[in-house]
């Protein structure tokens, strides 16, 4: 029976010999120099031996996601290379290219399995295009939702932050990140069917919480005067995102948590009239 020196001793084996077989692979080896993809190297040796690696969202994964692009289209993984080369000491703007690779990849197989006609990057347009077998295509553009969380204080004195992406008006919540991105960069705005799709990029705001509080009214609970008894809860979907004029032409909103694109879940928006998108 093994110790559990010995145990960790294998872990570290076996995920030094995945990365160097992964990077020996990787078809834009000048990336794997970049202050970002060190930073995810040595992050993932670190959750590798904390045994809190996340699976979907890793070094690892970046390499093989931007290898599988690289076979389907050369130009569409370099076009993410520069963009990685050019931000690489910026971690916040290289988790959002991150995101972008995690979703165009989940395209990927289909157009291997025949589902989609293919993948388009034109950056004047959307992200990513999703190109449909009967010509019709799927503009998404993608979030990556981090809160920025201040750094400790040297002198060890507990800092107070509060997180409002799950809030309707501040300007850190989601909604109010969708309709900057629509307002300011006149996206999701043309005759079509438009997407957002959302990363959720931290612990803390993953899951479904964030997202429904913040496009829909809040969560709502009636009580009872009396009683004191909860006589009805939910979100309240009267006052939602999509009341707002300029999300007309946002057919639906993506999102996911941390990584893992095929557990996204969809929100349709109902003032949507599809007999005006045009591909």
Same mark, same amino acid.
């Given at each position: ?9 294998? @872990?570290?084996?076996?995920? =030094? ?10 078809? %834009? ?10 930073? #995810? ?5 670190? $959750? ?12 690892? /994964?970046? %390499? ?6 690289h076979d389907y289209n050369g130009q569409?993984?370099?076009?993410? $290379? ?27 197989? $289909? ?12 950056e004047a347009e959307a992200d990513i295009?999703?190109? /449909? ?19 400790? @204080? ?18 850190? =919540?989601? /909604? ?6 629509? &307002? ?11 997407? &957002?799709?959302?990363? %959720? ?8 919480? &964030?997202? %429904? ?32 004029? @300029?999300? #007309? ?14 557990? /996204? ?11 005006? =998108?045009? @591909?």
């Amino acid at each position: 029976m093994k110790k559990i020196g010995e145990m960790e001793d294998a @872990s570290r084996f076996i995920a =030094s010999d995945i990365v160097t077989e992964r990077e020996s692979e990787f078809a %834009l080896p000048d990336l794997l120099k970049c202050d970002y993809f060190q930073r #995810q190297r040595h992050g993932y040796y670190r $959750a590798q031996e904390a045994g809190c690696l996340n699976h979907y969202r890793n070094y690892v /994964r970046l %390499l093989e996601d931007l290898n599988d692009i690289h076979d389907y289209n050369g130009q569409h993984a370099r076009s993410y $290379a520069k963009r990685f080369r050019e931000a690489s000491k910026e971690w916040r703007n290289c988790e959002a290219i991150f995101s972008e690779v995690i979703v165009y990849r989940a395209y990927v197989r $289909a157009v291997h399995e025949g589902l989609i006609r293919g993948i388009h990057l034109e950056e004047a347009e959307a992200d990513i295009i999703v190109e /449909r077998l009967d010509g019709s295509k799927m503009f998404l553009e993608v979030f990556c939702v981090m809160p920025l969380f201040p750094r400790p @204080s040297e002198d060890g004195t507990p800092t107070v932050y509060s997180v409002t992406t799950h809030t309707q008006t501040a300007m850190a =919540s989601i /909604r109010q990140k969708l309709l900057r991105k629509i &307002a300011k960069q006149n996206q999701l705005s043309k005759p079509r069917e438009n997407f &957002a799709v959302i990363e %959720l990029n931290d612990v803390t705001i993953a899951g479904d919480f &964030a997202v %429904l509080s913040s496009l829909s009214g809040g969560y709502q609970l009636k009580v009872g005067h009396e009683s004191g008894k909860v006589l009805s809860s939910g979100y309240d979907w009267d006052n939602s995102v999509f009341n707002d004029p @300029s999300t #007309q032409w946002l057919k639906g909103i993506f999102y996911f948590s941390l990584g893992d694109y095929a557990s /996204r879940k969809y929100l349709f928006n109902p003032k949507f009239d599809s007999q005006f =998108s045009q @591909s």
